[in-house]
């Protein structure tokens, strides 16, 4: 199947009624996500998450992208009005956006962040669709030996995408990995580490270690904060750019959709790196660099349409070739497998249905998004008046109920609240909580494609280092190691010396 | 709180030596290839590397920050901070022990109210019991009656 004839078949798959409600619903979530400080897309996506289960695999995929852009959408609103990030790539929405505001701009900064999103959204998508169907009939060609070095090299990435410790990351890898493998070994029938435990002879339910680990204990967090709800002052003028907020703004668009795509293909990269790079490279090449930060209209075009590409560049490695470059790909990952469907390679073979049907869905959510910030944004506003003392415990008995309906199993319960806490605490002394749980996906194909190789090879782990694909991933993931390792040494030394 | 992190960092090494020892006994290698093991093993150097790591950091910096790795200074920031988390795990924990006898709407109307006052006390606890059955009804009727997905039931029948 072509490109072209496979987009039509899925925009046949997805505009249905039923999907199309699906993705609307979940445009107006995610947006909802956005605009609320305090609950980012990973949570918001985490606690959806069980809310999917019960719906056909395209429409639960596409609901859940759908939140995913709206959150970046609606992130840029608060940013904006409340100089307060909905999510954290809109942190950079602040600089420029607020003192747009405050200049009484706020309708022009929301307008070109909005249009900003949509043009590089759906740029992105386009490229997704030519460059998704190649990357994964060149994977099809490869082997168990290519597959876990390919593992071992998004790892590897991740460690070199974290922002703070890579010893902490490091951990956090082998923690996931580790808690990926308890339960029954599907080669052997051996139980590990199950302590003699029933309940955990099946293994541990990513659900509830998501839920958890992202929604709970960003509740929690925010609880010991007792944030509350804020008041809006900004008052919103008309939201369509002038003619000369376009001029500003149409090359940085253009930059921060190229680049935006370009962070979002790479693993540990997404709309966060991709957001604040942007801005950096206005800055650059802008007339005037001193006035950023002062209300320069580009500073809010750009970043933005750069998060908005990273999203949908996210879903390339993901759809292809089966590997989840940030958390929020791999919680997709785990939706798609819970309905049945296993990214990768020979996903556009086997769920052609899904795998075009996702992406139709993605420009359809785009329009939606449009239509829903642009008009809607005073709306939305309305929104932030919503006490916290309100959401919180509506959000974790959502928590509770989501986690029990994806397998019944009260322990899961236990487990997501488990979770919550070691989460909660983990991220107070620094630990990045995102590698954790792109071990804890990757880890059973991983395990799967070592133990291929070994039994397939008669040289032992050689074999890694005979097939040239193979050698070059994993000369790659050693040279990012060590690119970690220089990096780390060179900033304690800078560090030190200041 | 570096201690904190000294101690954390102490039981990733212990944990590490814990997993390599217990995945060793699961077996490395069989005839036919890898043993069960040798996955958790390699996952278990990590943790223990790691910890290694951060330990030694510890010493050789006598605790202090690494720039661009810097925690909060205290552990609890906020005043009041102590009690909102403990109440907030505690109340959790009650719902789910509750889940089975009184089904979740119930559970909810019961610990959802607790919550509110935790997080603003200076509000009533009618508005918190307004809260707590409109989330609870809510929550209801999305997962049992939209979605149809089974859930304990309590002694009310929901």
């Not at chain 1, 009624?17 to 609950?39: C, E, R």
């Not at chain 1, 928590?399 to 994806?406: D, E, I, Q, R």
């Not at chain 1, 983990?426 to 630990?431: F, N």
């Not at chain 1, 070994?454 to 190691?481: E, K, N, T």
Request: aromatic residues 8%; charged residues 10%; hydrophobic residues 55%.
């Amino acid at each position: 199947m072509d490109t072209i004839g496979g987009l039509l078949a899925g925009f046949e798959v997805i505009l249905t009624w039923q999907n199309i409600q699906f993705i609307f619903i979940g445009s107006v979530i995610g947006t909802l996500i956005g605009v609320l400080p305090g609950i980012g897309p990973l949570a918001a996506l985490s606690l959806l998450l069980p809310a999917t289960v019960a719906l056909p695999p395209v429409g639960a995929i596409a609901m859940l992208c759908a939140i995913f852009y709206g959150s970046m959408y609606g992130g840029s609103i608060t940013s904006v009005l409340v100089n307060i990030p909905g999510e954290a790539a809109s942190v950079v929405t602040c600089l420029d956006g607020h003192a747009m505001a405050k200049q009484g701009r706020a309708g022009a900064a929301l307008g070109m962040a909005a249009l900003g999103s949509f043009i590089a959204g759906t740029l992105g998508i386009i490229v997704l669709c030519l460059a998704a169907p190649m990357l994964g009939a060149f994977a099809i060609r490869m082997g168990p030996p290519e597959y876990a070095a390919l593992m071992l090299l998004g790892l590897a990435c991740t460690i070199l995408m974290i922002q703070g410790s890579a010893l902490k990351g490091a951990i956090m890898i082998g923690l996931g990995a580790w808690l990926a493998a308890i339960g029954m070994d599907i080669v052997t029938g051996e139980f590990r580490f199950t302590a003699g435990s029933v309940d955990l002879s099946a293994g541990i339910e990513l659900l509830a270690v998501v839920i958890g680990l992202f929604g709970v204990s960003e509740i929690l967090l925010n609880v010991e904060q007792s944030a509350r709800g804020m008041a809006v002052k900004a008052k919103l003028s008309a939201v369509w750019p002038t003619r000369a907020d376009w001029k500003a703004s149409f090359a940085p668009i253009l930059r921060g959709s190229g680049l935006g795509f370009a962070i979002g293909l790479l693993p540990g990269g997404g709309p966060v790196t991709a957001s604040f790079l942007s801005y950096a490279v206005e800055r650059r090449v802008g007339k005037n660099p001193e006035t950023f930060g002062k209300g320069r209209i580009e500073g809010v075009a750009g970043p933005e349409a750069a998060n908005n590409a990273a999203v949908s560049s996210g879903m390339i490695p993901l759809l292809s070739l089966g590997i989840p470059g940030n958390a929020v790909t791999a919680l997709l990952m785990g939706a798609l497998i819970i309905n049945g469907v296993q990214p990768g390679p020979t996903m556009m073979a086997d769920r052609a249905d899904v795998f075009w049907g996702v992406i139709a869905s993605l420009y359809i959510g785009n329009v939606f998004l449009l239509v829903l910030n642009l008009p809607l944004v005073g709306l939305w506003v309305q929104l932030l008046r919503v006490p916290y003392a309100v959401l919180f415990p509506a959000i974790l008995l959502l928590a509770l109920v989501g986690t029990y309906s994806a397998n019944r199993n009260l322990f899961d319960l236990w487990v997501m609240l488990g979770f919550g806490v070691v989460g909660w605490f983990l991220r107070k002394l620094g630990y990045e909580l995102a590698p954790l749980v792109l071990a804890f996906v990757l880890a059973p194909l991983l395990e799967q494609s070592l133990r291929q190789s070994m039994v397939m090879s008669p040289d032992g782990a050689m074999i890694f280092l005979q097939r040239p694909l193979a050698a070059v991933m994993i000369a790659a993931a050693v040279g990012m190691l060590l690119l970690v390792a220089f990096k780390r040494k060179t900033t304690t030394l800078v560090g030190g010396t200041a | 709180m570096a201690r904190l992190d000294a101690a954390v960092s102490l039981f990733w090494v212990l944990l590490g030596i814990a997993l390599c020892w217990s995945s060793k006994e699961l077996g490395l290698s069989d005839p036919s290839g890898p043993g069960s093991g040798l996955f958790p093993f390699l996952a278990g150097l990590l943790v223990l590397a790691g910890g290694v790591g951060l330990l030694v950091r510890h010493v050789v910096t006598g605790g202090q920050p690494v720039p661009g790795e810097e925690i909060a200074a205290q552990f609890w920031e906020a005043p009041g901070a102590p009690f909102r988390t403990a109440m907030l795990i505690i109340v959790v924990a009650g719902m789910i022990i509750a889940v089975p006898w009184l089904g979740f709407a119930l559970a909810g109307v019961i610990g959802l109210p607790i919550l509110f006052r935790v997080i603003a006390p200076e509000k009533s606890w009618m508005a918190a019991i307004v809260t707590g059955v409109i989330a609870a009804g809510s929550m209801h009727l999305l997962f049992a009656v939209a979605l149809g997905t089974p859930l304990p039931r309590g002694p009310l029948g929901f």
